[in-house]
């Protein structure tokens, strides 16, 4: 559970009307789930498990993106039978890109491993099933001259549950799933027989080297109450709707003491600061472990799932400072943070300085919307794309304050922090085989 730093204007939450409210739910299923990280790099697979934990059949969006700006890379409808579990995995593909791959046969629109212009899709048989590849496209991102090589190759994904499916419909029928898109009553009102989410959605996810015989477990956030009542959500493959700009606009979140309501209803992107104050932390912290006898690695990924909401157009917004600029070739959407460092006894080290393999560096900059810190710049991830961080002790903890601030509520209720997921993984090399584990931040 995230604690918020919360400040009180001049009135307090209490006055708010009891609606639907976006929060972080403890039970770990929602209408809207985070996946803070995939990587394809150095052989690297990333897995991503979505669950339907109801006895009701549901849509819903898949949705990747890019690392530097969470530009999308691929997206398609899902569509889940009671109690199904559709397994994904990102994968480097031919050509040095990378794709989703799956043998799951829940429906999908448009199918996998189908054509698409430059970057086609393809089948193949596995055993008894089909290997559908699809690969990722650049195609929102390649008129940028910011990092423009690789920035598919690490990112992060999300899933949006889009409505429950009546049950006069059989989802495991894709044929059948797919003519109401293209002749069906789908083609014209694709509210037919699709009412309003209800949540119930659940996720897994772990990163796979085979060449390294290492894997760890990647932490997956599930939101709840984030569709607003009685509102439709289904929209055709390749609209980039729905979107987390579309929920409610208020959140109930933990201040430390209390659960408190926040009311972003009379502002423009309500919907997204509502998602930014259940996310929003001022400060994250974690363990770090570099011992040298035993190889240890430890690697931070601190990602901003909402941040592009706030940083496109050439003008940033709270809680963001810095807009993107793609004629830039190095990103300068940066957001300051500071570091703290602790060995295992609680004794720190300060100065100043950037994010470089120098014992007195603890500020710096984290500017894209998936960020992995790798501590001593030996990436447990196996990422090529990282910001190296000193770390003067052999194991201890690291803290990362961010002193930036949503927009005050329409009470006055001001959250402190940036909308932040993550986790912290550390790899143990043992000669050519490796152990791994991860631990979500805590805040």
């Known amino acids: 559970m995230m604690i918020k730093n919360i400040l009180t204007a001049a009135v307090v939450a209490a006055s708010i009307p009891a609606t639907a409210q976006q929060s972080i739910n403890s039970e770990n299923t929602g209408q809207v789930l985070l996946f803070p990280f995939y990587n394809v790099e150095n052989g690297a697979t990333t897995f991503m498990h979505v669950s339907n934990n109801t006895g009701d059949a549901k849509t819903v969006k898949v949705r990747f993106m890019e690392s530097v700006r969470s530009a999308v890379v691929l997206e398609f409808n899902a569509y889940l039978a009671p109690y199904d579990v559709m397994p994904l995995a990102v994968s480097a593909t031919d050509g040095g890109l990378a794709g989703v791959l799956t043998t799951d046969p829940s429906c999908t629109v448009p199918e996998l491993g189908t054509p698409n212009g430059d970057y086609p899709g393809s089948q193949a048989p596995a055993g008894d099933l089909t290997l559908r590849t699809q690969p990722f496209v650049p195609y929102q991102y390649e008129s940028d001259k910011t990092d423009a090589g690789g920035r598919a190759l690490i990112g992060h994904a999300e899933v949006i549950e889009m409505g429950v499916v009546d049950d006069s419909i059989d989802v495991s029928d894709c044929a059948a799933v797919s003519k109401l898109w293209t002749s069906g009553d789908w083609a014209t009102d694709p509210s037919v027989n699709v009412s309003a989410p209800t949540g119930g959605l659940s996720a897994n996810s772990y990163m796979v080297v085979p060449d390294l015989a290492y894997s760890l477990s990647l932490n997956v956030t599930a939101i709840d109450g984030w569709a607003k009542a009685g509102t439709n959500y289904h929209y055709g493959a390749g609209t980039l709707k729905p979107e987390l700009s579309q929920g409610v606009s208020t959140a109930t979140v933990f201040d430390g003491s209390d659960y408190v309501t926040l009311d972003y209803s009379k502002q423009e992107n ?18 770090v472990q570099v011992e040298d006898a035993i190889a240890a690695q430890t690697d931070w990924v601190i990602t901003f799932p909402s941040k592009k909401y706030s940083t496109s157009g050439g003008v940033a917004s709270a809680p963001f400072t810095k807009a993107f600029d793609g004629s830039k070739e190095t990103n300068v959407a940066c957001e300051p943070v500071n570091l703290v460092r ?21 500020e710096g900059d984290l500017c894209d919307s998936v960020n992995v810190m790798s501590f001593n710049s030996k990436s447990a991830l196996v990422s090529n794309d990282f910001v190296p961080v000193g770390f003067p002790y052999q194991s201890g903890a690291a803290g990362v304050s961010m002193g930036q601030s949503l927009p005050a509520d329409d009470n006055g209720l001001v959250v402190k922090g940036l909308p932040a997921i993550g986790f912290s993984a550390t790899r143990i090399v043992n000669a050519d085989k490796s152990y791994g584990y991860s631990s979500a931040h805590k805040t």
């Open 342 to 362: 602790h060995d295992r006894e609680g004794n720190s080290s300060t100065g100043t300085g950037t994010f470089v393999p120098d014992e007195l560096g603890i």
């Open 270 to 287: 309500g919907s997204v600061l509502a998602t930014g104050a259940v996310l929003a932390t001022a400060r994250i912290h974690n363990e």
